[in-house]
Nanobody
Framework: QVHLVESGGGLVQAGGSLRLSCVVS????????MGWFRQAPGKERELVAG????????YYADSVKGRFTISRDNAKTTVYLQMNSLKPEDTAVYLC????????????????????WGQGTQVIVSS
C-alpha cells in the first residue's frame, strides 16, 4: 500500500519561503512521476507542480512559475516543493500525489491522472 506523508508547511509572511517534503513508501518511488497540488477554502484542487519519473521533466502552473521549484531525491524516496516569494494567494493545503501503479515511467503533464494522496500540509501566507 502506498503512503505519502507531507511536511514543512506553516505560517510565513509574504515574500518568504518554505520547503515542503513528501516521503513516499510502498512503491518503487524512482519509477513514478509525482505531483504537488493545493486546495484553498472554497476552491477546486489545482495542480501546482509535477516532476517526471526521471526528474528531467517538470510542470508548473502559471501562477507559480519562477517562484516554486519541484525536485526529487530517489535515495530518500522524497519529493520536494521549494516555494519562494510567497504571496497571500498561495495560502492553501498542499498535498503530494502519485499516479496509479499502472502508469510508471511517465512524463508529467496536467492530464496525468493521480490516484494516491497524502494528508496535506497547511501553508498560510500573511500579508
Amino acid at each position: 500500500q502506498v503512503h505519502l506523508v507531507e511536511s514543512g508547511g506553516g505560517l510565513v509572511q509574504a515574500g518568504g519561503s518554505l520547503r515542503l517534503s513528501c516521503v513516499v513508501s510502498g512503491r518503487t518511488f524512482a519509477n513514478y512521476a509525482m505531483g504537488w497540488f493545493r486546495q484553498a477554502p472554497g476552491k477546486e484542487r489545482e495542480l501546482v507542480a509535477g516532476i517526471s519519473w526521471s526528474g528531467h521533466g517538470t510542470y508548473y502552473a502559471d501562477s507559480v512559475k519562477g517562484r516554486f521549484t519541484i525536485s526529487r531525491d530517489n535515495a530518500k524516496t522524497t519529493v520536494y516543493l521549494q516555494m519562494n516569494s510567497l504571496k497571500p494567494e498561495d495560502t492553501a493545503v498542499y498535498l503530494c500525489a502519485a499516479p496509479p501503479l499502472s502508469l510508471p515511467f511517465t512524463g508529467v503533464t496536467p492530464q496525468l491522472p493521480y490516484e494516491t494522496w497524502g494528508q496535506g500540509t497547511q501553508v498560510i501566507v500573511s500579508s
